[in-house]
């Protein structure tokens, strides 16, 4: 069975997002600094870049794909990754808004699923083949993923940067067990990989 895997960039405080997301700053204040590595320092962070997108699919909050909000996004709304997004596989886009499956340009089909995490891991599953899943964010959909067990690669890139609130991704996610397994880093990032075997009592 294929793994399922988990990228999210943080910062130092713990936040994947700064505070007061909004539809014209979905990372929140000064959520962007977070990214500076993967834009900046790409050559040399090439292989965690790589890492990211060698999913055979992709699992996503509704804010990741339409940014923050309650309700039902406009039917015309194509999402925030342009007419073709860097996923170029599956991405199954949990949401209680279904609509019908959004093709891209590139191999980017979203999927919108309202049936729970475990029915949308089961059609990533499926998709991925023998590929690995990966859990693509938000920091809700990833604290989801991780209270249930249902992660067993979690992949930090901690962002030497302070963002003092917004969207912390630990928070509520009980006493998990994490063992580190490899560190790298440039002056942007430091990429720190665990295998999880979840929550302990």
Not at 35 to 45: I, K, L, T, V
Not at 129 to 136: C, S
Not at 181 to 189: A, K, M
């Amino acid at each position: 069975m294929s793994r399922v895997t988990c990228d999210l960039t943080v910062s130092l405080d713990g936040f994947v997002a700064g505070p007061h997301q909004s539809l014209q700053m979905p990372l929140g204040e000064r959520g962007e600094t977070l990214h500076r590595w993967q834009f900046e320092e790409r050559e040399a962070n090439a292989a965690q870049v790589e890492g990211i997108l060698a999913a055979g699919a992709f699992i996503m909050g509704r804010n990741m794909f339409a940014g923050p909000g309650p309700g039902p996004w406009d039917a015309e709304w194509r999402g925030w990754w342009d007419e073709e997004p860097p996923y170029r596989a599956p991405v199954y886009v949990l949401t209680h808004h279904v609509r019908e499956p959004l093709e891209m340009q590139g191999g980017t089909t979203f999927h919108f699923i309202n049936d729970g995490i475990e029915a949308a891991l089961a059609l990533a599953r499926n998709a991925a083949g023998a590929k690995d899943v990966a859990i693509a964010g938000g920091a809700s959909t990833a604290r989801q993923f991780l209270s249930a067990g249902l992660i067993d690669e979690l992949r930090l890139h901690i962002a030497p940067v302070i963002l003092g609130g917004g969207e912390r991704l630990l928070d509520g996610v009980g006493n998990l067990e994490l063992e580190p397994t490899s560190v790298s880093g440039t002056g942007l990032v430091t990429h720190v990989t665990y295998s999880v075997g979840g929550v302990k009592e």
